[in-house]
């Protein structure tokens, strides 16, 4: 079974930076399209960025040059590193495959960006 662990969110002010990480076990990250979604409540969850199983990394147009997704094979991680954070950012992050096909989804983290 894949688990999934999200860790590195928390709060920070307007144009601040954090960076997230999923572990994941259970499976190869180079092996599946993986990608970061977020949530905020009364919405469904949104996929802001994605990675290939060639590398190619595709974004959502609000996060476009500011969010970079990457991943380690060897350490079976999938990243999301955050720059020039703004409140409307503020969402729990979650990992999965694109599509979402890995059950249970992790607890996610939560990322706060204060004005």
């Known amino acids: 079974q894949v688990q999934l662990v999200e860790s590195g969110g928390g709060l920070v002010q307007l144009g601040g930076s954090l960076r997230l990480s999923c572990a994941v076990s259970?499976?190869?990250?180079?092996?599946?399209?993986m990608g970061w979604y977020r949530q905020t409540p009364g919405k469904g969850r949104e996929l802001v960025a994605r990675?290939?199983?060639?590398?190619?990394?595709t974004y959502v147009d609000s996060v476009k040059g500011r969010f970079t997704i990457s991943r380690d094979s060897r350490k079976r991680t999938v990243d999301l590193q955050m720059n020039n954070l703004k409140p409307e950012d503020t969402a729990v992050y979650y990992c999965?495959?694109?599509?979402?096909?890995?059950?249970?989804w992790g607890q996610g983290t939560q990322v706060t960006v204060s004005s």
């Open positions: 999965n495959a694109d599509p979402p096909r890995f059950k249970p």
């Open positions: 259970g499976t190869a990250v180079s092996d599946n399209v």
């Open positions: 990675i290939s199983v060639q590398g190619f990394t």
